[in-house]
C-alpha cells in the first residue's frame, strides 16, 4: 500500500494580498516572493521552492491540499487506491506540474469536498538558503514532517478517517473527549498522522464557515514563539486562544486570526507522534478562550476551582 508522506503545500485564497504579504513575512516570518504572476505570491519556510501559493482568488479560505508520495511507484499505487475506493481524480498535464513545480500531480475533493492534490517530486532550491521575512531565533520545523498541521472541514468525521486511513494510509483516533460549554455536548476530534509529526490533519465535525479551521505553524525555538506572541500582542490581532500546552503534542502555542479571518496557530517545541493511541479530557495548561467565536470554543484547560 501507497502512503502519503507529508504535507507538502497548500493553496491559500485570500482578498487582500498587500495585507498577506505584510503579515506572513512581519508577523509569521515566512520568506514572501512572487516570480512575476500578477494573481499570485509564493510563501517559503524552507529549501523547498514553496511551502503555499497564495492566490488572489478571494476565498479567505484554503483552496487546495498538496499532499507527497515518495515517487513514481508509489504515486502509481496511489492512484490504484483511489481508483479502488471509487474516487474520481484528474491526471494532471505537464503545464500543471510545472505551475505546482512537481515532477507529477493528480487532483480530486477529499469526502468533505475538499480540492485534494497527491504529487511525488517537489522542487528544492538548495542553492537558496531559507530567508526569513524577519528576524527568527529558530527555524521552521518542516523536513520529512511537511509544512505544519490543519483541522478540515469534513461532514461525516467517520467518513473522512476511513478515507484517510484505507486510502491515504495515515493512522489516527479520537484523541480528545472535551466540554463545549455553549452548546452541552463533548466533542471527539480526531487526529491523523502519516510521519514523525503529532497530528498533520484533525477533524472536529459540525458545521464549520470555511474548510479551514487552523493551520499550525512549529518552531523549534521557544523565543521565536515568545516573539511572534508579542508582535500579535502589540499589533492588538485578536487571539482565539491564548498561550497553552496541548496533550497530544506537547507543544507551547497560541491561536489568533489571520488577515482572511481563519486563525493561525503558531508554536512548537514539543514531542514527536507516539504511535499509539491515546486520548486526554483536558489540555496540559492554559489555551483558554479568549476572543470566541472562531471555532475552538471548547474548554480545553482543566478547572481547579471544582471539587
Ligand atoms: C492541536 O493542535 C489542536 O489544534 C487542538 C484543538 C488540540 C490538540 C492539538
Ligand atoms: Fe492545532
Same mark, same amino acid.
Given at each position: 500500500?501507497?502512503?502519503?508522506?507529508? @504535507?507538502?503545500?497548500?493553496?491559500?485564497?485570500?482578498?487582500?494580498?498587500?495585507?498577506?504579504?505584510?503579515?506572513?513575512?512581519? +508577523?509569521?516570518?515566512?520568506?514572501?516572493? $512572487?516570480?512575476?504572476?500578477?494573481?499570485?505570491? /509564493?510563501?517559503?519556510?524552507? /529549501?523547498?521552492?514553496?511551502?503555499? *501559493?497564495?492566490?488572489?482568488?478571494?476565498?479567505?479560505?484554503?483552496?487546495?491540499?498538496?499532499?507527497? &508520495?515518495?515517487?513514481?511507484?508509489?504515486?502509481?499505487?496511489?492512484?490504484?487506491?483511489?481508483?479502488?475506493?471509487?474516487?474520481?481524480?484528474?491526471?494532471?498535464?505537464?503545464?500543471?506540474?510545472?505551475?505546482?513545480?512537481?515532477?507529477?500531480?493528480?487532483?480530486?475533493?477529499?469526502?468533505?469536498?475538499?480540492?485534494?492534490?497527491?504529487? %511525488?517530486?517537489?522542487? *528544492?532550491?538548495?542553492?537558496?538558503?531559507? %530567508?526569513?521575512?524577519?528576524?527568527?531565533?529558530?527555524?521552521?520545523?518542516?523536513?520529512?514532517?511537511?509544512?505544519?498541521?490543519?483541522?478540515?472541514?469534513?461532514? $461525516?468525521?467517520?467518513?473522512?478517517?476511513?478515507?484517510?486511513?484505507?486510502?491515504?494510509?495515515?493512522?489516527?483516533?479520537?484523541?480528545?473527549?472535551?466540554? &463545549?460549554?455553549?452548546?452541552?455536548?463533548?466533542?471527539?476530534?480526531?487526529?491523523?498522522?502519516?510521519?514523525?509529526?503529532?497530528?498533520?490533519?484533525?477533524? &472536529?465535525?459540525?458545521?464549520?464557515?470555511?474548510?479551514?479551521? %487552523?493551520?499550525?505553524?512549529?518552531?523549534?525555538?521557544?523565543?521565536?514563539?515568545?516573539?511572534?506572541?508579542?508582535?500579535?500582542?502589540?499589533?492588538?490581532?485578536?487571539? %482565539?486562544?491564548? @498561550?497553552?500546552?496541548?496533550?497530544?503534542?506537547?507543544? @507551547?502555542?497560541?491561536?489568533?486570526?489571520?488577515?482572511?479571518?481563519?486563525?493561525?496557530?503558531?508554536?512548537? +517545541?514539543?514531542?514527536?507522534?507516539?504511535?499509539?493511541?491515546?486520548?486526554?479530557? /483536558?489540555?496540559?495548561?492554559?489555551? $483558554?478562550?479568549?476572543?470566541?467565536?472562531?471555532?475552538?470554543?471548547?474548554?480545553?484547560?482543566?478547572?481547579?476551582?471544582?471539587?
Amino acid at each position: 500500500m501507497a502512503i502519503v508522506t507529508e @504535507l507538502g503545500y497548500m493553496g491559500l485564497g485570500v482578498s487582500n494580498m498587500t495585507a498577506w504579504r505584510e503579515y506572513a513575512s512581519q +508577523v509569521l516570518g515566512l520568506e514572501v516572493f $512572487d516570480e512575476g504572476e500578477k494573481d499570485r505570491f /509564493y510563501l517559503r519556510m524552507d /529549501y523547498q521552492h514553496h511551502r503555499f *501559493i497564495v492566490h488572489n482568488s478571494g476565498t479567505d479560505d484554503l483552496d487546495y491540499l498538496g499532499w507527497r &508520495v515518495a515517487g513514481p511507484e508509489e504515486f502509481d499505487e496511489m492512484k490504484r487506491q483511489l481508483e479502488a475506493a471509487g474516487v474520481e481524480f484528474l491526471q494532471c498535464d505537464a503545464a500543471d506540474c510545472e505551475e505546482r513545480r512537481v515532477l507529477d500531480l493528480i487532483k480530486f475533493l477529499d469526502p468533505g469536498g475538499n480540492p485534494t492534490e497527491i504529487y %511525488h517530486g517537489p522542487l *528544492i532550491d538548495s542553492h537558496k538558503p531559507f %530567508h526569513p521575512g524577519r528576524g527568527m531565533h529558530g527555524r521552521f520545523v518542516t523536513g520529512d514532517e511537511g509544512l505544519g498541521h490543519l483541522i478540515l472541514r469534513q461532514t $461525516d468525521v467517520q467518513k473522512a478517517y476511513r478515507f484517510y486511513t484505507d486510502v491515504f494510509g495515515m493512522r489516527g483516533s479520537i484523541e480528545y473527549h472535551l466540554q &463545549v460549554p455553549q452548546a452541552g455536548i463533548v466533542a471527539k476530534p480526531v487526529f491523523m498522522h502519516c510521519n514523525g509529526r503529532d497530528h498533520t490533519v484533525a477533524f &472536529v465535525g459540525g458545521p464549520a464557515p470555511k474548510r479551514i479551521n %487552523h493551520l499550525k505553524f512549529e518552531v523549534d525555538n521557544i523565543d521565536d514563539i515568545g516573539m511572534t506572541h508579542d508582535i500579535v500582542r502589540d499589533r492588538k490581532l485578536p487571539v %482565539h486562544l491564548k @498561550l497553552g500546552k496541548h496533550a497530544n503534542d506537547h507543544m @507551547l502555542t497560541f491561536y489568533h486570526v489571520n488577515p482572511s479571518g481563519w486563525l493561525v496557530e503558531y508554536g512548537g +517545541v514539543g514531542r514527536k507522534a507516539t504511535h499509539q493511541s491515546e486520548y486526554y479530557e /483536558y489540555d496540559i495548561w492554559g489555551h $483558554d478562550n479568549e476572543e470566541p467565536g472562531y471555532g475552538l470554543d471548547l474548554r480545553l484547560r482543566y478547572d481547579w476551582s471544582k471539587k
